[in-house]
């Protein structure tokens, strides 16, 4: 089976982009239809932070979608999320306004009680789902980033991860508290919800490498991507930013478990040739062994602290903690015997105070 992926540059007009990249790809909603556009919005980070995804996508989307005679509605669940955190987070980024202006609707998944999806997968039992994400068609818009845990962060983690209600996704780091494991996690919570997802269309216009998904470097890429299957987005996505798709667990767990395609041979690339990047990938991972081995053979043991003259004392890296490793004593502190490494403290810390310590095993 043959997935096609295309790609196209972006020189500043949304409109162009976003109606050029699905011609290429041949997609059109159907009439009458009703979508969830689902962009990445991990906090109050904008798009040219290369944080979150880019609202001039979203606004061209909802517009060509209203101008299929389709509803069009937006909606989000960020890092730690709790009644209200989701409208604050869309309103300081620019989200809001631009999802209102173009004629969408917000849809809140933190104001309403959780659907439980029983979805039976290797690790994962059940998992409490904004009902909004099953209601309506979706169409995934992830952001191109690295990220501390998983190496690369794209459309898969937008779903597997952003479709999950409230604080209850960091029950999932407990569980997923290995890169391996937490791509296994990933891939039971993707399966059960591929099949509503009508298309993947991902901001690779300013994006992020080094130390993501929130404090890495900002990389300019200019490009969006966009494809049915996540999947084969991610693989060529990641192959542009320069890095083995074989080197980041989760694609090497939907090979394994045949979701999507099972080699880069599969995937058609229109609008190529792709270019290649060369992102630096967090320091949590040893890249010459990754890629010369085509997997992350070790890791680095890194330690969290907190610095103390940017830290507010907000208390949201306590609230997302799934250990409950973190104490607000004056400042935040880690018990490091409870700690997993699961970084999602690093991740949802709007003020780059969580500090990641890097210290190397022996080989």
């Not at 997935?3 to 007009?13: Q, R």
């Not at 845990?149 to 780091?173: D, E, P, Y």
């Not at 900002?218 to 084969?232: F, G």
């Not at 969290?304 to 973190?326: H, N, T, Y």
């Amino acid at each position: 089976m043959k997935y096609n992926v295309t790609i196209v540059e972006f020189s500043g007009d949304y409109v162009a982009a976003v109606s050029s990249a699905l011609a290429s790809l041949g997609w059109n909603p159907k009439e009458g239809s009703s979508y969830l556009i689902k962009p990445n919005m991990l906090n109050s980070k904008t798009s040219d932070e290369g944080v979150t995804t880019d609202p001039g996508i979203v606004s061209a989307l909802i517009g060509f979608l209203k101008g299929k005679g389709c509803r069009a509605c937006v909606g989000d669940s960020p890092g730690n999320a709790y009644p209200g955190k989701a409208r604050a987070v869309f309103e300081d980024t620019g989200m809001m306004k631009a999802v209102l202006e173009a004629g969408g609707e917000f849809l809140d998944f933190e104001g309403q009680p959780p659907v439980i999806g029983q979805i039976n997968g290797e690790l994962v039992a059940s998992v409490p789902f904004s009902k909004h994400v099953l209601e309506h068609r979706i169409i995934n818009v992830p952001k191109l980033k690295t990220h501390v845990q998983t190496v690369m962060t794209g459309a898969v983690k937008n779903l597997s991860f952003g479709c999950i209600q409230g604080a209850s996704k960091s029950k999932l780091h407990t569980i997923g508290n290995t890169p391996e494991k937490m791509a296994k996690v990933m891939m039971d919570v993707y399966s059960y919800i591929r099949e509503r997802v009508d298309l993947n269309l991902m901001d690779a216009i300013v994006c992020m490498d080094g130390n993501g998904p929130s404090f890495g470097r900002v990389r300019r890429v200019s490009k969006i991507l966009a494809s049915r299957d996540a999947l084969a987005l991610d693989m060529v996505a990641f192959r542009m930013a320069g890095i083995d798709p074989l080197c980041v667990p989760h694609i090497r767990e939907g090979i394994r478990r045949g979701i999507g395609p099972t080699s880069e041979d599969e995937i058609e690339v229109i609008g190529g040739p792709l270019p290649n990047y060369e992102f630096k990938i967090p320091s949590t991972f040893l890249r010459d062994l990754s890629l010369r081995f085509g997997s992350v053979v070790k890791r680095l043991v890194p330690k969290i602290s907190f610095d103390k003259s940017r830290c507010v004392k907000c208390g949201e890296c306590a609230g997302i903690c799934p250990e409950g490793a973190i104490e607000i004593v004056e400042y935040p502190v880690v018990d490091d015997s409870k700690c997993i490494r699961c970084y999602a403290c690093y991740e949802v810390c709007e003020y780059n105070a969580v500090k990641i310590k890097q210290k190397a095993l022996p080989l």
